[in-house]
């Protein structure tokens, strides 16, 4: 299984962003998936999640009302749509399962969020 995020980019306090977690293989649909977010010099920390079939989401206090997690089993895909971003979500953005990450690590997608 192969983890690929991309849709980071620079923008302006207040701007949006939507990223994409493609998953390559068949396990996708089995699982349910987050993601996380590592700061420089910080820990990696899991700041949203959503079930296998899409029903259920979960969000960190510090994006909850901002961000939005989405899936399509249909495409091996998963979603972020970041709203009113502040400069401290600027982070390398990763995805992976929730709590336990059974997958390798992807590359992550850079987020820079500029005041």
């Known amino acids: 299984v192969q983890l690929v995020e991309s849709g980071g980019g620079l923008v302006q306090a207040g701007g949006s962003l939507r990223l994409s977690c493609a998953v390559s293989?068949?396990?996708?649909?089995?699982?349910?998936m987050g993601w996380y977010r590592q700061a420089p010099g910080k820990q990696r920390d899991l700041v949203a999640h959503?079930?296998?079939?899409?029903?259920?989401?979960n969000y960190a206090d510090s994006v909850k009302g901002r961000f939005t997690i989405s899936r399509d089993n249909a495409k091996n895909t998963m979603y972020l749509q970041m709203n009113s971003l502040k400069p401290e979500d600027t982070a390398v953005y990763y995805c992976?399962?929730?709590?336990?990450?059974?997958?390798?690590w992807g590359q992550g997608t850079q987020v820079t969020v500029s005041s």
């Open positions: 992976n399962t929730p709590y336990r990450a059974i997958y390798n």
């Open positions: 293989g068949s396990t996708f649909s089995v699982n349910a």
């Open positions: 959503i079930s296998r079939g899409g029903g259920t989401t």
